[in-house]
């Protein structure tokens, strides 16, 4: 087997130091912890609204309550948008979806 020479070294270490800070972003820093009640069954509604495979996990990094004014065109039952972050292993960030409730 070949040797690494020191620059292949050298990135294989920034790529783990790398993957070991986005992993701790995930974990620790994101998410959202809803203010009462009604955000909580908004989120729980959103998160039904987003399949999944086994090895996806989901979180909710943001709740944005709508103008009603704006957006009388779209059909909502409580006017609020949630983003849904989805994630490899509940660690790398893979893709981010946007639900209406």
Known sequence: MKKWTRNERRLFALCLLLLTFVGIKSVFFDGYNPKDEKESRVI??????TQVKPWIHRKVVKVKILDPEHYEHISMTHGYLVVVRKYFLGIVPIGESRVLE
């Not at 729980?44 to 609204?49: F, I, S, T, V, W």
């Open 44 to 49: 729980d509604l959103a998160l039904e609204h």
